[in-house]
């Protein structure tokens, strides 16, 4: 594959490999992190105000292609957030190496790119509550409440979703037969922190599946105090 003309390209690799050889005028972006409450109107409209700066002060416009060593959830977490916004993203998971020979980081000028939320691609806690048709891509034992990060107070799963382990959707190959889902179905998705989710996400949109992520999950459901089973 040859490198997009016209492409801004964004390294969401840790910044020691970034710095060792990137793409030319990659910049660097990891938003694997950050953690928000998302339920309010506000709550978004300032999401939406920190992506425009973000988007600015990187010079960010469309389109975007991130990359980074093959399909992870840093990657996809990175480009939902740039593709919320309202960017053009694209992954590349295998193929740029031979490029990503430049050292020098580059000095972007500011663009006027303002944001957008993409309200079809994102779930509040709210939406998630009611959604009819919720998938939990965490692991079976998280599914199950048996284990859960030191973050949380407990286990558990949002009530009715049903759990698809992300190893599903590493093997995209008859997935949707799999998980009873058609092209143009609307589904939603979240895991503990909403990057797992990000990367079924974006595989579900390649197969035409409406996805939708929730990108606060069992984090913030958990910080907000609303009802889990089992």
Request: proline share 10%.
């Given at each position: 594959m040859e490198l997009p003309k016209d492409a801004v390209f964004v390294d969401?690799?840790?910044?020691?490999a970034y710095e060792a050889g990137h793409l030319p005028g990659a910049r660097h972006l990891d938003l694997s992190a950050p953690r928000l409450r998302l339920r309010?109107?506000?709550?978004?409209?300032?999401?939406?105000?920190?992506?425009?700066?973000?988007?600015?002060?990187?010079?960010?416009?469309?389109?975007?292609?991130?990359?980074?060593?093959?399909?992870?959830?840093?990657?996809?977490?990175?480009?939902?957030?740039?593709?919320?916004?309202?960017?053009?993203?694209?992954?590349?998971?295998e193929g740029w190496e031979p490029y990503a020979t430049e050292k020098e980081e580059p000095k972007p000028e500011r663009t006027e790119v303002v944001a957008r939320l993409r309200r079809d691609w994102l779930l509040t806690a709210d939406e998630a509550a009611r959604?009819?048709?919720?998938?939990?891509?965490?692991?079976?034992?998280?599914?199950?409440?048996?284990?859960?990060?030191?973050?949380?107070?407990?286990?558990?799963?949002?009530?009715g979703s049903k759990n698809a382990p992300l190893?599903?959707?590493?093997?995209?190959?008859?997935?949707?037969?799999r998980l009873g889902l058609k092209p143009g179905e609307e589904v939603g998705v979240y895991c503990h922190s909403g990057a797992r989710s990000a990367v079924a996400f974006f595989v579900l949109r390649s197969l035409g599946v409406k996805a939708r992520n929730y990108l606060g999950s069992m984090h913030e459901w958990l910080q907000e105090g609303l009802p889990t089973e089992p």
């Open positions: 969401t690799r840790p910044r020691p309010e109107e506000a709550e978004l409209k300032a999401l939406e105000a920190g992506l425009t700066e973000l988007f600015q002060s990187l010079g960010l416009r469309s389109p975007v292609v991130l990359y980074d060593e093959g399909l992870t959830s840093r990657l996809c977490r990175t480009a939902f957030f740039l593709g919320l916004g309202g960017l053009e993203v694209e992954l590349w998971t959604h009819p048709l919720l998938l939990d891509v965490r692991s079976p034992e998280e599914y199950q409440g048996k284990v859960h990060p030191p973050c949380c107070p407990r286990g558990g799963r949002i009530p190893d599903l959707f590493l093997s995209p190959e008859g997935l949707l037969e």
